[in-house]
Structure formats: C-alpha cells, structure tokens
C-alpha cells in the first residue's frame, strides 16, 4: 500500500530515462494487461529486477477506484503505470509513467504479484504494440547505472 510522505521526491536522472526509453509503448493500443505485459517483457530482457502486480488503484481524494488493474513495481519500489489515465482521465495529479510511491500519494495501490504471461512471445507482443516492442531498446550501460535494480 502507498502511503503518503511529507517530502516530493524527485525523479533521478536514472528514472526519468528509464519512463523516456518505456514511452516508446505508450501509444500502443493496449489496456494495463497488455500493456504490463509488454513492459515487464522489456524490462526482463534488460535484466531490470521488477514484478508485474495485479489489484486495485483507489484515488483518495475522490473514492473512484479502478479494479482490476496491473502495473509494475521496481526492485527499488518505483512504479511503471501507463494505463492508469485510461481510467480515471487525462489528469497531471493521476499518476503516470514511472514515478515513487511518493509522488502517487493520493492514489492507494493494492496487489499481488502476477506472473508475466510467458505465454505471450515476443513476437506476438510487437503484433500487439504495433511494432513498437522491437523498436524499444535498453542500453546495457543504462541497467548498470542503477544496481538496485539490476538482475
């Protein structure tokens, strides 16, 4: 569960690279199953330890809560949501990409991890994404810059 904290914490350089290498999927026609899918593919490819969730997202302020839901949270507690706006509407205050649990303090996020659908080959996932995935590249460096995340 998020909870609220007084300070705002930046994003670093680190995160906001990783949100920038991700929205390469963000226009992909996919809900946050899909779209879960396809990021934790990229993110396991590039050796980024993660685990998809799957529950629910209530926003306190308002009490709409969003059911089921997925989204990925990094080994260092970071969260990876493209597809919470689908939901509760293009709002800056609505989390969205790849953010702290902080910056998403008015948003109660409830899982249980979820297995990625190994099912799923890659090919089938760049069908989905409509040839997005194989354009979506990790840089080896990159991974190695963050070592809490590192597999």
């Avoid at 689908?86 to 008015?106: C, E, N, T």
């Amino acid at each position: 569960m998020m909870t609220a904290c007084q300070a705002m914490p930046l994003a670093s350089p680190w995160h906001q690279e990783l949100e920038a290498i991700l929205q390469c999927l963000e226009d992909a026609p996919l809900e946050c199953d899909g779209m879960t899918y396809a990021l934790s593919f990229v993110l396991s490819r590039a050796g980024i330890k993660h685990q998809c969730k799957m529950g629910y997202v209530r926003d306190t302020q308002t009490g709409y809560c969003v059911t089921p839901h997925l989204w990925i949270e990094l080994a260092d507690g970071w969260f990876v949501d493209f597809r919470l706006r689908m939901w509760l509407g293009d709002d800056d205050r609505i989390p969205h990409g790849v953010f702290s649990a902080q910056d998403a303090k008015d948003f109660e996020y409830q899982g249980q991890p979820k297995g990625r659908a190994n099912t799923i080959s890659e090919q089938v996932l760049d069908i989905m994404t409509e040839g997005k995935l194989s354009h979506v590249k990790v840089p080896d460096q990159f991974v190695k810059e963050n070592p809490d995340v590192c597999v």
